[in-house]
């Protein structure tokens, strides 16, 4: 699975939007960006995935760049309760049997009342 | 809720026991994963199976072991425990053909 980078941590005030990179600079054609987060000691949260089409579901929108280098994940309007850890995972698709995760350290993400 | 169980939710054993956890996948899902989170090692893959059998493995030690019944449901069983074994476990599955995975709430376990 390609590797990914993502800053050790950031700040949003509640309200705002929060917008999370991710780069994936080795990332191949067959394989999609994935989001998770976990909010302190409870289990990973699906978040949203794509594969080069920007993408939008009722937590967020990922934003993919048109090389698929980098993506960001964008929380439109923060609150306290999406104070979590936030993993970008690369992986390819896979038919039947899904893969594992392979978790890196995240981005730790403060919602400022 | 994401619709995996995982029971108990707590546990306290002495080093040299040996435990049993217990994961429940959401409903049709015919994969189950096991995840170790300790403070110094962040998450870390475990097992997989599907539909009963064992699919992959990652950093699961020799004193560890997994199974998946008919039913699906899925238990680790942890034995010769030691103070380093002190994580929260957790399991998660996916439906067939996606690549999502549904985490349940873990099990914290505690070796004195």
């Known amino acids: 699975d390609a590797k990914t980078t993502q800053p050790p941590s950031m700040d949003c005030a509640e309200g705002r939007a929060a917008n999370l990179p991710c780069n994936h600079s080795?990332?191949?054609?067959?394989?999609?960006v994935y989001w998770y987060r976990q909010i302190h000691s409870q289990g990973p949260q699906y978040i949203i995935h794509?594969?080069?089409n920007n993408e939008t579901n009722e937590m967020a929108s990922l934003i993919i760049t048109e090389d698929r280098k980098s993506s960001t994940l964008i929380l439109p309007h923060a609150t306290l309760r999406d104070t979590a850890v936030y993993y970008c995972?690369?992986?390819?698709?896979?038919?039947?049997?899904?893969?594992?995760?392979?978790f890196g350290s995240g981005t730790q993400l403060t919602v400022l009342p | 809720d994401s619709g995996v169980t995982q029971t108990p939710k707590h546990l306290i054993t002495a080093t040299g026991q040996r435990v049993t956890l217990r994961c429940s996948p959401r409903?049709?899902?015919?994969?189950v994963y096991w995840y170790q989170q300790s403070l110094d090692q962040g998450l870390q893959f475990l097992i997989q199976?599907?539909?009963?059998?064992?699919?992959a493995k990652g950093n699961i030690l020799e004193r560890f072991s997994a199974q998946q019944f008919p039913d699906l449901h899925s238990e680790l069983n942890l034995s010769s425990l030691e103070l380093g074994d002190s994580a929260l476990y957790f399991c998660?599955?996916?439906?067939?053909?996606?690549?999502?995975?549904?985490f349940g709430p873990g099990t914290r376990l505690t070796v004195l």
């Open positions: 409903s049709g899902d015919l994969s």
């Open positions: 080795t990332i191949s054609g067959n394989e999609y």
């Open positions: 998660a599955s996916s439906p067939q053909g996606r690549n999502e995975q549904f």
């Open positions: 794509g594969l080069k």
């Open positions: 995972i690369v992986r390819p698709s896979s038919s039947g049997s899904a893969r594992q995760l392979t």
């Open positions: 199976y599907y539909n009963g059998e064992e699919r």
